[in-house]
């Protein structure tokens, strides 16, 4: 384990869009800076994800120095838009969970309708600090997230990639690997650890940052989702579902909570505390 260290780090500035790929990243109690912040909303106020929105995988959204956005996709025009100002705020309803968020502007709304074609809005967190609790079940008291599914960071590692694509080349579905791990839309990818290390973990430090391992988690259909071409597949989950099944959950990856502030580095080295 001496030579494990970080060997990517990855946010989503729009959940559910294109993952944009960092040297470094400031830990915030809720996730990483610039992480998950906004998030597409239908128009019940519902999230939308590529589990329902498959072609929000060919957006990208870059984050502007001033804490705006730059929304791009191919076929249409790119939308730069501000950060909104505090105001009024609408629910949004992730996973039957209700949060508060401010809306974007009209042209943002316009833009995203016309990735997804469909009448959809895009919203803000903008305080993560008291919007959102992480599941009470695997929490803490005051530990908060922002759009991500459930918790602040997931980490995910270079060797069980390798051995769930060997698992894949064996299976009848050979031909859909081996797979990418932006399948998996992971926030840290480490690399020099045996597979599957990642299971037995309880708390770790990635540089000069402490993190709980709060749960193993639990994968769906946007792992199937090729992240260029928004096409869907059988892969991973149907290996998955053979070799990586937990419970009720088919398992890639580790969901951590923050114990620290500080700063991610790529070559930062990992250190298995628990």
Known sequence: ???????????????????????????????????????????GGKVVTQRQQPHLAKAVAELSPGGGLRLSAPGLDPHVEPEPQPGATVTVDIFGEKVEAVAAGAAAHAWCSALVGAEVRLVHMDDPAGRRPVDPDYARPGETVSFADGFPLLITTLSSLDSLNSLIAEGDHAEEGPLPMNRFRPSAVMTGTAAWAEDDWQRIAIGEVTFRVAKPCGRCVVTTTDQTTAERGKEPLRTLGRHRRFGGSLVFGQNLVPESAGTLRVGDPLTILE
């Open 1 to 43: 384990m001496g030579n494990a260290e970080l060997h990517s780090i990855h946010i989503h500035p729009v959940k559910a869009f294109r993952p944009v790929g960092l040297t470094e990243a400031v830990v915030e109690p809720w996730g990483l800076a610039g992480d998950r912040r906004w998030a597409v909303i239908d128009h």
